[in-house]
């Protein structure tokens, strides 16, 4: 078995023993079988091989860790009520000792908008300081 790393694949054709694989760089490799672990972009994986009912709908959680004052709210790791975005928010202290919140659900239309903003802070702040 070989690991390749930074070697994006552009383009998978089946083959009777399996697959070749073809990356960015234009390198062929031949697999028996293939895992689409491509997280963010598994759907793009998925249609190159001909599955193309498998739907992706990008989220992005954001945490919210507090001084380790405050970890005295939770003695627990705490879960939400799953919803239909799943479990949504925890409630944890960190190995460290501080209080950490998170991750919210926010639907993005940009697979690559990995930021951060200050209104997922500030929507939370309330609940934080009663």
Same mark, same amino acid.
């Given at each position: ?22 990356? &960015?760089?234009?390198? /062929? ?32 959680? &954001? ?20 919803? /239909? ?44 300081? /009663?």
């Amino acid at each position: 078995m070989t690991l390749k790393l930074s070697s994006e694949v552009a383009h998978i054709q089946p083959i009777d023993t399996g697959f070749t694989l073809t990356t &960015q760089n234009g390198e /062929k490799i031949l697999a028996r079988y293939v895992v689409n672990a491509a997280g963010i972009h598994s759907d793009q994986v998925a249609g190159m091989v001909g599955i193309n009912d498998y739907h992706l709908t990008p989220r992005r959680g &954001q945490y919210v860790i507090l001084d380790k004052e405050q970890n005295y709210l939770a003695k627990s790791v705490i879960f939400q009520v799953p919803t /239909k975005l799943g479990k949504v928010i925890l409630v944890t202290t960190t190995y460290h000792g501080n209080l950490m919140i998170g991750p919210n659900a926010e639907e993005i239309e940009d697979k690559e908008d990995v930021s951060t903003d200050d209104k997922t802070l500030l929507l939370r702040r309330p609940l934080l300081l /009663k």
